[in-house]
């Protein structure tokens, strides 16, 4: 795994989870993209982005969320995010990210909304 | 306050970190607010990050030299690589694929312009490219 990026999975009931910390880049977006992979996330028709509220995103990670997201969509499966900081909300509009992974601000609330 | 710095980065993404805690330092004295500094962190990688992929196609014997100068009023930062610059008409406009989602690259640029208050593009035969990009203090 990279040193700088911190991927765990798991579930909560019937919504898999993917719990990001450190820096989101092209480089490290692989690992991410590994975590999305396996069988049990990809395959879920709910999927929670756990952000922890320091990571750091750049354009290159922010590639890497929007093949998620991309992937997501082929099989109908919904994605939201919670965790980001400020900044990086603020990253995610701008880009229009939050279109096909809508950000809410705790996890309670955006594992009720699925 | 004036002040000024000069970084010269290797050519390997993640070089960028070393420029961002020093702008970050400078921009923290100057008084600027935790919400632009996090703008100039964004915008000063984005801007480092092209300049190590598409402006010196990441050779390694290639340099990104980062200025840093700041004045009572503004943070200008200057990144400079040794490319042959890019012609801003050339720089990709679409942000939405025909699916409805975000493109998938391209957004250097665009949250460069989004995040400082100046920017642009200075060429130079022979000599490399810079990007400037200025903040204001009350802007």
Request: with cysteine.
């Amino acid at each position: 795994m990279s040193k700088d990026i911190k991927v765990s999975t798991s579930r909560k009931g019937d919504i898999a989870v993917i719990s990001i910390q450190g820096d989101v880049t092209a480089v490290t977006g692989e690992v991410i993209g590994n975590a999305y992979e396996s069988a049990d996330i990809s395959n879920s028709p709910k999927l929670l982005l756990q952000f922890d509220k320091d990571c750091y995103i750049n354009s290159g990670g922010l590639a890497s969320l929007i093949d998620i997201a991309s992937e997501g969509r082929k099989k109908q499966q919904k994605i939201h995010a919670y965790g980001l900081s400020d900044h990086f909300q603020k990253i995610f509009h701008m880009v229009g990210l939050t279109r096909c992974i809508p950000i809410f601000s705790s996890e309670e609330a955006a594992m009720k909304d699925f | 306050m004036e002040q000024l710095v000069e970084l010269h980065l290797p050519n390997i993404l993640g070089s960028e970190k070393e420029a961002i805690v020093k702008a970050v330092t400078i921009a923290e004295k100057m008084g600027f607010s935790r919400d632009r500094i996090e703008d100039l962190k964004t915008a000063l990688a984005e801007a480092c990050i092209n300049a190590i992929e598409h402006g010196n196609k990441f050779d390694q014997n290639k340099r990104v030299r980062v200025t840093l100068a700041a004045d009572d009023n503004s943070l200008q930062v200057i990144v400079h690589d040794e490319g042959d610059g890019i012609d801003p008409k050339k720089i990709p406009k679409k942000r939405v694929r025909d699916d409805g989602l975000p493109c998938r690259r391209g957004y250097g640029v665009f949250l460069i312009s989004n995040l400082v208050n100046e920017f642009y593009f200075e060429k130079n035969p022979g000599k490399g490219n810079n990007v400037k990009m200025l903040m204001h203090l009350n802007g």
